[in-house]
């Protein structure tokens, strides 16, 4: 009987509520996120409404203007009230009248509290929202202390050079920041502006309310008006200061990744075609020059590298967990295994020769083009069908070929990384190349395999421990007790979120695509700009 949470008895050291899943069991991810961070800066995969941006820094504009007095003013706590107070009205006004909308800060609140107004005659925004520190969890639409402004948006607001942060306190900057606040002020009647500002005050909302305060709604036709233009030029402008590359060069990707986004709208019919944009841009630089493309473009191959190096470690770390919990095995019991399966499993395909280096083994491989990402289909066939041997092997020979292909390219995706300070990234696939590939090309095949399993094995314990530091929580996945292996959890392969839904929504919220996911007549115009 194998060993795991469910029939391994106590006393045992490792039974423990504290172990946590994960959705980086070899910790490479972080070198994905960094290279689509550097490509679409100002973007995160949480910031999914483009009005909060305009929202929030006018809400700040007026809190700066608040008087010296104002209960609201007395310390930086208050001023999370004041913006926890507005997110909510807004929530309960797009409940109200757009439930259909998607990505509304406090939307499932509101949805249990909808029927609150009949009540009561009014919706008891400060009992919604404002947070004291004996407010019980789940009780207030969002636990965040500073709201959804602090865990989400503040972030992007800051990369772009809209608000800065002192003392715990959001400060709109007085210059770019102050334009967004008054463009958004455009958009919305004095009388709606008063409104709103008096019911945060208040900490109430009655049922006239919503119609009157339409104005401050996220799906508002801000087309032609101040406020759509400074979001346009936003993400036109360049990607700031914090941007810059090695050599002190202001960089242009947000602005050359929304170029390309649209391009790939324009030229297909396929709905959420713009997914296809990481692996749309691996297929371009496989046979382009890094001079003859876009540095955009370039850096979505590098971010697309990155997740097909990955997704193969993972496939083999998700077969090896798979295994072990097949059976009760000591460390080399399991590795000599592992390796004897995956050697006996593919000894037809590489035509009897017993012992091929790796050299040897990735010429032998199928020369088909884009091979790899074959493969890459294949791996979600197996975790599909629990055929754990089949994905191990998949995922090594994914990665053979992948390093294979890509040779011609890899002095061009270093010089990427380096002038954008992202070589240093642990997991990126060019270290993964150099100590799972490079530093193992004389070995012969049984030999790579093994080695590659007892590196994945070790890396997965040490990655485990480094992220729990002095904390309680337990990110393992297997533990070695008594020298065998002790089976926890099995994690699948999967890929990132490259923020480019985040970047779908900006386009929709700007009407520049529709709801079949092409480009409307300001769309066209926009992008007849940007190819001039």
Not at 305 to 315: D, F, I, R, T
Request: hydrophobic residues 35%; proline residues 2%.
């Amino acid at each position: 009987m194998a060993y795991n949470l469910e029939t391994y008895q106590t006393p045992f050291w490792a039974k423990s509520g504290n172990f946590v899943r994960g959705r980086d069991p070899l910790g490479v991810q972080n070198s994905s996120i960094s290279v689509y961070a550097t490509l679409l800066p100002g973007l995160t995969n949480l910031t999914l409404r483009l009005r909060y941006y305009g929202t929030y820094l006018w809400l700040l504009d007026h809190y700066r203007r608040l008087p010296s007095n104002n209960v609201f003013k007395k310390d930086h706590y208050g001023q999370y009230t004041f913006i926890r107070r507005s997110e909510l009205i807004i929530a309960f006004i797009m409940g109200n009248k757009y439930p259909e909308e998607q990505s509304v800060i406090g939307s499932d609140f509101v949805s249990k509290n909808i029927n609150e107004i009949k009540e009561k005659g009014y919706y008891d925004i400060a009992l919604g929202a404002d947070k004291h520190k004996d407010t019980p969890k789940g009780s207030v639409y969002w636990d965040y202390t500073s709201g959804a402004l602090g865990q989400y948006y503040a972030g992007s607001l800051v990369a772009l050079n809209l608000i800065n942060q002192s003392s715990g306190y959001f400060l709109v900057n007085q210059d770019y920041g102050k334009e967004l606040a008054e463009a958004y002020n455009s958009s919305i009647s004095s009388d709606a502006a008063k409104l709103f500002l008096e019911r945060i005050s208040e900490g109430k909302l009655y049922e006239e309310d919503i119609d009157k305060l339409d104005d401050v709604a996220l799906n508002k036709d801000y087309r032609n008006s101040p406020e759509g233009d400074f979001y346009i030029k936003m993400l036109l402008s360049n990607d700031g200061p914090n941007s810059k590359t090695s050599s002190n060069d202001l960089t242009w990707q947000r602005k050359e990744s929304l170029q390309l986004f649209m391009t790939l709208l324009k030229e297909t019919n396929n709905d959420k075609a713009w997914l296809d944009l990481p692996i749309t841009s691996y297929k371009e630089c496989l046979t382009k020059s890094k001079n003859e493309i876009s540095e955009a473009t370039f850096g979505w191959y590098f971010y697309y590298l990155n997740e097909l190096a990955h997704h193969s470690l993972e496939a083999v770390f998700w077969g090896l967990l798979v295994e072990m919990d097949k059976g009760n095995y000591t460390l080399q019991q399991f590795i000599n295994v592992i390796t004897n399966q995956v050697f006996d499993l593919y000894s037809e395909k590489l035509e009897n020769v017993e012992y091929p280096s790796i050299i040897e083994l990735m010429d032998k491989l199928d020369n088909q083009k884009y091979i790899t990402l074959n493969y890459i289909r294949d791996i979600s066939v197996s975790v599909k069908n629990h055929a754990s041997i089949s994905g191990i092997t998949e995922g090594i020979f994914a990665l053979l070929c992948l390093y294979r292909d890509n040779q011609h390219k890899l002095q061009e995706a270093q010089d990427y990384a380096v002038n954008h300070f992202l070589h240093t990234k642990h997991g990126n696939a060019l270290d993964v190349f150099n100590v799972y590939i490079e530093s193992c090309k004389n070995m012969n095949f049984k030999e790579f395999v093994r080695r590659l399993v007892h590196t994945l094995l070790n890396e997965h314990i040490a990655i485990a421990y480094n992220k729990m530091g002095n904390g309680e929580k337990n990110l393992l996945k297997f533990v070695i007790e008594d020298n065998y292996l002790v089976h926890i959890e099995t994690m699948t392969p999967n890929f990132t979120n490259p923020r480019l839904k985040t970047l779908y929504n900006f386009t929709r919220d700007l009407h520049l695509v529709n709801t079949k996911d092409e480009l409307t007549p300001e769309g066209e115009a926009l992008l007849i700009q940007l190819n001039n």
